[in-house]
C-alpha cells in the first residue's frame, strides 16, 4: 500500500475511534504507541487527545489515564505504565517509543495492574479477534501477551 492510502486510512481510523462514545467516556485506557517500521496503525492522534481532553463522567470532566507499553526485556515480560506527556517516551534499543520506568523526578510511574481503578479500554494492533482471547487470525505482533 503506497504511504498516501495508508495515510488516508489511519487518519479514518483514528477519526472513527475519536468519536466513538466508548472512547470519550474512557477514563482509564491502555493504547500501543505506533511504529511506522512495523508497518502499525498511527495512534498519534489517538494519544495526543488521551493526554489533553478529559473525559466525561456524568457532569464532571476526569482527565483520562493513559498507559502505554514497556518492555521489561528481551523474554517480553512487559508492563503498562502511566504516562501523562508525548514527552514521556523515548526510542527502545528497536527503535519503539516507550516510556522509562522512572519520570523525569525519578519517581516511578504507576503500573495499569496496581492502580486502584481499572482500565476500562484496550487499543490493541491485531487483525481480528473475540473475547475470551480466541484471536480469529494473529499477526506478529509481540505485544499480544498484554491480553
Not at 487527545?49 to 523474554?75: I, Q
Not at 517480553?76 to 523525569?104: F, H, W
Request: include cysteine; proline fraction near 6%.
Amino acid at each position: 500500500m503506497d504511504l498516501i492510502q495508508r495515510s488516508k486510512e489511519d487518519d479514518a481510523i483514528q477519526s472513527i475511534v475519536l468519536v466513538a462514545p466508548w472512547f470519550k467516556s474512557s477514563k482509564s485506557l491502555f493504547a500501543y504507541v505506533s511504529c511506522a517500521t512495523l508497518q502499525e496503525v498511527d495512534t498519534s492522534r489517538i494519544l495526543s487527545e488521551c493526554l489533553c481532553s478529559p473525559a466525561k463522567v456524568g457532569y464532571t470532566e476526569v482527565r483520562k489515564k493513559l498507559y502505554v507499553l514497556h518492555l521489561e526485556d528481551r523474554k517480553c515480560n512487559m508492563r503498562m505504565l502511566k504516562i501523562s506527556s508525548i514527552n514521556d517516551l523515548v526510542a527502545s534499543s528497536m527503535n519503539i517509543l516507550e516510556p522509562a520506568p522512572v519520570d523525569c523526578d525519578g519517581n516511578e510511574r504507576e503500573d495499569a495492574l496496581q492502580a486502584s481503578n481499572p482500565v476500562d479500554l484496550f487499543i490493541i494492533p491485531d487483525n481480528l479477534f473475540i473475547l475470551p482471547v480466541h484471536h480469529l487470525q494473529q499477526g506478529p505482533y509481540f505485544r499480544r501477551p498484554i491480553l
